[in-house]
């Protein structure tokens, strides 16, 4: 049986609410079919308009075999491109990030347009036409700030997305912010590991004693561990955030993205050691600093925290079976200046440790999946809802596509 068929047969006898069988998680041949039909076919969060904010601007990041570089052109358009010379072949942009007034291939110095269009190659005769040499673009849309790219050839609908969250995150003015810190973590874990382990807090009391100052365990109002304390706080936030014209109530249900904002608790304002702003300067133009944050996500790579004084936004991309990068960035107004108005260790504190926290819980279950001894194990409905909402969507995704792929299947 080929792999597409196993895969298949496995996705149709999944017991409900259970985690998946042992190769989803480590398998290379099935590492294989997640980059075909998800990585390669749906929309993946890339970066943010604030890391390119001037003409000539680049960063370039890999999905799976396929290098990409994204870049603003001198009118202030973001393209995506292939990383990937019309010559023959080789890797245009070696950097991960920087500024470049064009795009000049190392090899033989075909020279490219940030859009992607050919401007120069040397001895190639009078009959050569730079036009039929133009990188290979790849569809790209911007959503509140944030960079998404699809290598489909037809990439599924982005309107709805765009239209029902970007209100959640247009007041926190993304554009006009500054990568303050950023990191990024190899982690010995499947991606979809590392999904998993942020869909739910479940795991938070054991292991995230910082994250705890501040933040809500639930995400849903009728979540049974909800206390009237919190609830009263939500009710009278709620009130005092419609006042203001912010939206924060849940996106409409959907398995693959959501917005919603949500108070802290212990009267913080911020996810920081103490509840105090790390941030003396507001994003945007906003003037209260009780907004809690606003939690998006967008499967299969992008979870947020946008606060009244920085965003927190997270980009996983797979590497491997069992490796995956997961890249965290701290924003800031983008005229915040270091050591005035905001502290680098104050600002990180709560997140780098979080995020080392979790890197070792997805390795651990990693290590533990590749046993003998591993079978799929149940889900809390009240407590892990959002992994059973992630690995829903996720086979519900593979299945639909290969039977797209095979369709005599059907
Ligand atoms: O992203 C968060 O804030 C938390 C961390 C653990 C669960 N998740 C909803
Ligand atoms: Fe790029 Fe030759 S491969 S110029
Ligand atoms: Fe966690």
Redesign the pocket.
Known sequence: MDTQNRMLAMLLRRKANFSLEQPFYNAQAFFDLDMKHIWEKGWIYVGLTCDIPNSGDFFTVDIGNNPIIVTRDPDGSIHGVFNTCRHRGSKICLKDKGNAPKLVCPYHQWTYNQDGSLIFAGNMGPEFKTTDYKLKKVHLEVCGGYIFISLAKNPPAFDQFRKEVEPYLAPHDIDNSKVAFEQTLIEDANWKLVIE?????Y??AGS?PE?LNT?A?F?NSDDPRIDPKYKDLMERKAREWSAQGLPHEPTPANLQYRAVRLPFINEADSMTIDGTPACEKMLGNLTDRGLG?V?MLHLPNT?N?LQSDHVLA?RVLPLGPQKTMVTTKWLVHKDAVEGVDYDLDKLTTVWKA?NEQ?RELAENNQKGINSMAYEPGPYSDTIEF?VQNFIDWYCAEMEARILEDQPDMK
């Open positions: 382990n942020n869909r739910e807090c795991h938070c995230h994250l933040l365990e995400d944050s939690r979870w925290h997270f979080t979790d959002g």
